[in-house]
């Protein structure tokens, strides 16, 4: 059961912009930093953003997030045919006290 | 470099427990640093956190799985292992095993997919 909203799709020509919205509440992202996964098919998720704007090293600077009060965004800049994936955003949820993750936003390079 | 395996049953029948292995190399499952962790998704649907283990042996669970979930932890293996009883077709899913911190979740196992069927 997903807890993090997202929306279901997201698309865009090579070289465009494109964002990701997700939306959670006050015990998640509104006091927990995001996460942002990429994830392909058959394969495994891979962390992509940490704390609401890091990149792990061999990220390319193209994706970036950023966060405001309860909701956050991820946004790949420069859109290439790689990027075509699954992407899902995460954070700690104080009541959980553990994680929650987005309902998943498949990318699609036209 | 950290790496995670998963290892079980590849077939689970309904109402059986489903039972998984996670064997750690590159770190240690005391850590007290992190939560091992247990995720799962539906084939094509979205990610669902099951529970963790840290500091050794202290677990946190889904409440919407906590009736059903046990997590425990094998040091001297350096192995931490998932429990979900009474399983039924809604638990078929990939499981993969994760060490996760409140900052990231940086290492996954390739994930296993255990379908629940008679």
């Known amino acids: 059961q997903s807890v993090l909203t997202q929306p279901p799709s997201a698309s865009g020509t090579p070289g465009q912009r494109v964002t990701i919205s997700c939306s959670g509440s006050?015990?998640?992202?509104?006091?927990?930093?995001v996460k942002w996964f990429q994830q392909f098919p058959g394969t495994a998720p891979k962390i992509l953003i940490y704390?609401?704007?890091q990149r792990p090293s061999g990220v390319p600077d193209r994706f970036s997030g950023s966060k405001s009060g309860a909701s956050a965004s991820l946004a790949i800049s420069g859109l290439q045919s790689e990027d075509e994936a699954d992407y899902y955003c995460?954070?700690?949820?104080?009541?959980?006290?553990?994680?929650?993750f987005g309902t998943g936003t498949m990318v699609t390079v036209l | 470099q950290v790496q995670l395996q998963e290892s079980g049953p590849g077939l689970v029948k309904p109402s059986e427990t489903l039972s998984l292995t996670c064997t750690v190399s590159?770190?240690?499952?005391?850590?007290?640093?992190?939560?091992w962790s247990w995720i799962r998704q539906p084939p094509g649907k979205g990610l669902e956190w099951i529970g963790y283990?840290?500091?050794?042996?202290?677990?946190n669970y889904n409440p919407s799985l906590k009736s059903r979930v046990t997590i425990s932890v094998d040091t001297s293996k350096n192995q931490f292992s998932l429990k979900l009883n009474s399983v039924t077709a809604a638990d078929t899913a990939v499981y993969y095993c994760?060490?996760?911190?409140?900052?990231?979740?940086?290492?996954w196992g390739q994930g296993t997919l255990v379908p629940v069927s008679s």
């Open positions: 994760a060490r996760a911190s409140l900052t990231m979740i940086a290492y």
């Open positions: 590159g770190d240690s499952v005391s850590s007290s640093s992190y939560y």
């Open positions: 283990t840290y500091y050794g042996g202290s677990t």
């Open positions: 006050s015990s998640n992202i509104g006091s927990n930093a």
């Open positions: 704390s609401n704007n």
């Open positions: 995460a954070a700690w949820d104080d009541s959980q006290i553990g994680y929650v």
